[in-house]
């Protein structure tokens, strides 16, 4: 392709203003001026977006870098009875995102240290035609902030009781967690309701003792994902297609 130099004579004026070309002489250029000079636009612009390194680096020093190992991952649970005003704690969801055997048929010890929920989901279907089915989530305020409630519900067979929501700003669960016990939300549900909670995690890394959670069989060195009530000595909802033990 024929170089601008040679393309546009010397005595020509080209600018640019706001977020599109806006050429002095555009109209009297002809198709292949217009064109290469776009071209040439385009390809400046994806180089510029390209070259650009992380803050305080070169090609002659490493750039800095988060080195805490982090995971993203949607996990479901289906419950296996009805429950009102069911309270879970922190201490709860850690311990369900994967603990590994560490004592035979006794301990298993959490993979993670921190987690932080991205969101919830929720399906609830009516028992029978002619009944209802509610689903619904509150989530604990931070400090003076108000605990928020979401719901739903069906009248329908053909249609479930639904909500997917981000815990609410100031909320205990909009922060990043570790295990310390303390109750973040708490669930209505019918039997069969499907829950997904989607995480953030941060392995473990010598931050301290790592959870351990009592159970009654256990394999050291095997990876179990808890219900998420486990903690709590109940094992109403349980983890879909993935390996547990209570």
Request: aromatic content about 10%.
């Amino acid at each position: 392709m024929p170089s601008l130099q040679h393309l546009f004579p010397a005595s020509y004026s080209i600018s640019t203003s706001g977020s599109h070309p806006n050429f002095r002489i555009y109209h009297t250029l002809s198709p292949m001026q217009q064109s290469a000079y776009l071209t040439r636009k385009n390809n400046n612009k994806k180089s510029r977006n390209g070259n650009r390194r992380p803050t305080n680096s070169s090609a002659f020093s490493p750039p800095q870098f988060e080195s805490n190992v982090k995971s993203h991952h949607r996990f479901r649970f289906v419950a296996s009875s009805a429950e009102s005003n069911f309270a879970l704690t922190d201490t709860c969801v850690l311990a369900a995102m994967g603990s590994m055997g560490t004592i035979s048929n006794s301990i298993v010890t959490a993979l993670f240290r921190s987690f932080k929920i991205k969101r919830l989901e929720m399906w609830s279907a009516p028992p029978s035609q002619g009944t209802s089915a509610t689903c619904s989530v509150e989530w604990f305020g931070f400090g003076n902030s108000p605990s928020i409630e979401h719901s739903d519900t069906t009248l329908s067979v053909a249609k479930n009781a639904h909500i997917s929501v981000k815990p609410p700003s100031q909320s205990l669960a909009s922060f990043w967690q570790k295990s310390t016990n303390t109750n973040l939300f708490v669930l209505n549900f019918t039997a069969g309701t499907i829950i997904d909670i989607i995480v953030d995690l941060i392995l473990n890394d010598d931050e301290g003792t790592a959870l351990s959670t009592a159970v009654s069989t256990a394999t050291v060195g095997t990876v179990y994902y808890l219900a998420l009530d486990q903690v709590l000595g109940s094992h109403i909802l349980v983890p879909v297609s993935l390996t547990t033990t209570f």
